[in-house]
């Protein structure tokens, strides 16, 4: 695989969407500190969240515009794009949608599926965005995992890939059963910075769940994979490589969610889903080529993700940014972009010069020289947004 290629393979675009009060931002703002972008936890209910950076959101303790960061996992980049949870602010999180290559909803495991749960789900399905899922809250009183997991089948006819169950909920819940490895996942007391939870032996009262859990896992997954399918019907032990490679191909092809669990206030249950953000949602490489047209407006054309193919690209926000005027955030499907290049505004069939490139974090921001394929960045110096591909729709996989 060329350099190029296996940094894109590297490369994940997520979105992490919810109900209002699940305790989305508040799993941003853990993986934002596990990743090592900050060294102190920004707390939503201290009004002090990186991502709820706009002064009516520390106030409110809401999301209320998308805001956009990049951070590292293990030798993986991760563009990650926190959107507002509010069913006032729907419009926005499609806006995103649109660009992501994958997405981690997070449900409260109280309150389980909610309204605008559904409503950013079937944004989703509309897209085409594979999806993980994060049960969240797992610590609250009335906390019911399982319940959560059958409103994911009722509600959204999805079909979860449950790969963890919790061990103990409410005041109890020390950490995770991990049906794929069939260890378990501990975070005792105050956990800290890093991989700081203990591999443990599962607890003898949760041997059988787990074992009849991961026999569910499988033959959920064997429904929905021919290859393990294969294996299943003849009787192999599946090993874990294969149950994961498995799990990647539903969840890219749309047919299966992964799910975990945890707890994000109390730092539980972050760092596997860093992992499950690795190992199964899609990099930029396995999104079908973008569709689009020619500046005629008639001829189709198709851009893979790769640097040699020509520039496209998406602009779907724009943010006004009171030292830098108006900011556009770009999505990079193919090519690369310099600071001070032109490229041509298909909406108007006019060329842009495009300004500065900057790599933003929440409202701050790191300017670059140049961008590629894969990449989500802001453009300082156009007045309209430099959407290139006269129709950006996503393929049906």
Not at 28 to 46: A, C, D, M, P
Not at 243 to 263: D, E, Q, Y
Not at 346 to 374: C, F, L, P, V, W
Request: glycine residues 8%; aromatic residues 6%; negative net charge.
């Amino acid at each position: 695989m060329a350099a190029a290629d296996n940094a894109l393979a590297k490369l994940r675009n997520i979105g992490i969407m919810a109900h209002i009060d699940a305790g989305k931002t508040t799993t941003t703002e853990r993986i934002l500190f596990y990743t090592g972008i900050t060294y102190k936890i920004g707390e939503v209910h201290e009004g002090a969240a990186v991502m709820d950076w706009m002064e009516q959101e520390q106030e409110r303790g809401i999301t209320i515009t998308s805001a956009a960061t990049k951070v590292e996992w293990k030798g993986h980049p991760i563009n990650i794009i926190d959107t507002p949870g509010h069913v006032d602010f729907t419009v926005e999180v499609e806006r995103n949608l649109r660009v992501l290559d994958g997405a981690i909803a997070v449900y409260d495991g109280v309150a389980g599926v909610e309204p605008q749960t559904e409503n950013v789900w079937r944004q989703a399905d509309k897209y085409n965005v594979p999806r993980m899922c994060f049960v969240n809250k797992l610590d609250r009183t009335g906390a019911d995992f399982f319940r959560c997991v059958q409103m994911m089948i009722d509600r959204l006819n999805a079909t979860p890939l449950v790969l963890q169950i919790p061990i103990g909920l409410e005041g109890d819940h020390i950490g995770v059963v991990d049906l794929i490895g069939m260890r378990a996942l501990t975070w005792r007391g105050e956990t800290q910075k890093g991989e700081d939870y203990a591999i443990e032996e599962i607890p003898a009262g949760l041997a059988d769940d787990a074992a009849e859990w991961r026999e569910k896992l499988i033959e959920t997954l064997a429904d929905v994979d021919d290859t393990v399918m294969e294996k299943y019907l003849e009787g192999e032990e599946l090993s874990a490589e294969a149950i994961k490679a498995g799990i990647r191909r539903a969840t890219v092809a749309g047919k299966a969610n992964p799910v975990l669990c945890g707890s994000a206030f109390k730092n539980k249950g972050i760092q596997p889903m860093l992992d499950a953000v690795i190992d199964f949602l899609p990099s930029p490489l396995d999104i079908p080529a973008i569709e689009g047209t020619a500046t005629d407006g008639e001829t189709p054309l198709l851009r893979k993700p790769s640097m040699s193919e020509p520039f496209s690209a998406l602009a779907f926000k724009i943010q006004t940014d009171k030292h830098l005027g108006k900011l556009t955030y770009v999505r990079l499907y193919s090519g690369k972009l310099e600071s001070g290049s032109q490229v041509i505004n298909s909406t108007k069939d006019r060329k842009e010069r495009i300004g500065k490139i900057y790599q933003m974090h929440a409202n701050k921001r790191e300017e670059r020289a140049t961008a590629q394929a894969g990449d989500i960045i802001a453009v300082q110096g156009s007045s309209r947004p430099p959407l290139v591909t006269r129709c950006a729709t996503r393929p049906t996989r």
